[in-house]
């Protein structure tokens, strides 16, 4: 019997010391999980700028899925106002598994909601950018992830990736700078459905829609995006930036004079004319060969 007394009682200090590791551990998480609930870390961007006049930009946030918070969306507004010297294309790339879950809602929930949700103001200058912006989309494009993606050039996506407008749901009334750029994109009546209806898009609906221009997998969505902006930047530098400034004034973005962007090719030293010069020299070519047979 003392044995068994003894027994039981080293038994029961066991069980207490491991009880009370057990609260401190579970606590300690406790703790820490409401730590990261209460000032989680922002969406950072990373910058980069590769050869050829390619500029990346990539959101790095995976684990809160990329949420776009004030700070956020304005060092990215920053980096496509003021790209490094040089840059002829800006492509827009994610960290995994979603492209952007749209706006910080613990943020928000800090104060002022009012001047983060759906601003109107969000994404002006990728908007306004002389550059074309290609982005990347993968997993989850909701609300003002869709907004950002929107407001660029050229969006590829992977087969999996989805996009949402959940504003109803939320109790949002959306900028009408927002809803611009979906009707723009997508036509009225999509638009209606995504804002009223609650309706989700696949990759493969966005496609048939215009939303996006090409389905990738996910292993090799950026490096066809950097691609792309490679081939791109290739082109006449002239030319890239006129055509998306008028392709913005017909959108109705920006006003400026299209006859002065246009006029801009027709210079004596344009690549216009020396693509001229070059096409005339290689028709001149092939006919004095011909003219040999």
Same mark, same amino acid.
């Given at each position: 019997?003392?044995?068994? !007394? =003894?027994?039981?009682?080293?038994?029961?200090?066991?069980?207490?010391?491991?009880?009370?590791?057990? +609260?401190?551990?579970?606590?300690?998480?406790?703790?820490?999980?409401?730590?990261?609930?209460?000032?989680?870390?922002?969406?950072?961007?990373?910058?980069?700028?590769?050869?050829?006049?390619?500029?990346? #930009? =990539?959101?790095?946030?995976?684990?809160?899925?990329?949420?776009?918070?004030?700070?956020?969306?304005?060092? #990215?507004?920053?980096?496509?106002?003021?790209?490094?010297?040089? $840059?002829?294309?800006?492509? /827009?790339?994610?960290?995994?598994?979603?492209?952007?879950?749209?706006?910080? @809602?613990?943020?928000?929930?800090?104060?002022?909601?009012?001047?983060?949700?759906?601003?109107?103001?969000?994404?002006?200058?990728?908007?306004?950018?002389?550059?074309?912006?290609?982005?990347?989309?993968?997993?989850?494009? /909701?609300?003002?992830?869709?907004?950002?993606?929107?407001?660029?050039?050229?969006?590829?996506?992977?087969?999996?990736?989805?996009?949402?407008?959940?504003?109803?749901?939320?109790?949002?009334?959306?900028?009408?700078?927002? /809803?611009?750029?979906?009707?723009?994109?997508?036509?009225?009546?999509?638009?209606?459905?995504?804002?009223?209806?609650?309706?989700?898009?696949?990759?493969?609906?966005? @496609?048939?829609?215009?939303?996006?221009?090409?389905?990738?997998?996910?292993?090799?969505?950026?490096?066809?995006?950097?691609?792309?902006?490679?081939?791109?930047?290739?082109?006449?530098?002239?030319? $890239?930036?006129?055509?998306?400034?008028?392709?913005?004034?017909?959108?109705? =973005?920006?006003?400026?004079? $299209?006859?002065?962007?246009? @006029?801009? !090719?027709?210079?004596?030293?344009?690549?216009?004319?020396?693509?001229?010069?070059?096409?005339?020299?290689?028709?001149?070519?092939?006919?004095?060969? !011909?003219?040999? +047979?």
């Amino acid at each position: 019997m003392t044995s068994m !007394s =003894r027994l039981s009682r080293s038994v029961s200090r066991m069980q207490s010391q491991t009880s009370k590791r057990w +609260r401190r551990s579970t606590r300690w998480i406790h703790d820490r999980r409401r730590q990261r609930l209460a000032v989680p870390p922002a969406t950072a961007v990373e910058a980069e700028a590769l050869k050829h006049g390619v500029f990346e #930009l =990539r959101l790095v946030g995976g684990d809160r899925r990329n949420v776009l918070g004030r700070s956020t969306i304005d060092r #990215l507004e920053e980096l496509v106002a003021n790209p490094p010297v040089g $840059t002829k294309v800006i492509v /827009i790339t994610a960290a995994p598994p979603d492209f952007c879950a749209g706006y910080d @809602l613990v943020e928000a929930a800090r104060g002022g909601a009012e001047d983060l949700i759906a601003h109107e103001r969000n994404f002006e200058s990728l908007r306004r950018s002389k550059v074309p912006i290609v982005v990347a989309l993968q997993g989850n494009v /909701i609300g003002g992830g869709l907004e950002l993606a929107l407001s660029a050039d050229v969006r590829l996506a992977s087969p999996e990736t989805r996009f949402s407008i959940p504003a109803a749901k939320l109790g949002l009334v959306y900028s009408e700078a927002g /809803i611009r750029l979906v009707v723009e994109v997508v036509g009225e009546s999509v638009a209606r459905a995504l804002f009223l209806g609650g309706r989700h898009i696949t990759a493969d609906a966005a @496609l048939a829609t215009g939303l996006v221009t090409d389905i990738v997998g996910r292993e090799q969505l950026r490096a066809q995006a950097l691609d792309l902006a490679t081939l791109i930047a290739s082109w006449s530098e002239v030319a $890239t930036t006129g055509n998306r400034r008028i392709l913005d004034v017909v959108a109705g =973005r920006i006003a400026t004079d $299209t006859d002065e962007l246009r @006029l801009g !090719s027709f210079a004596p030293d344009s690549d216009l004319n020396q693509s001229i010069a070059h096409f005339v020299a290689r028709r001149s070519r092939t006919h004095w060969r !011909s003219g040999l +047979r």
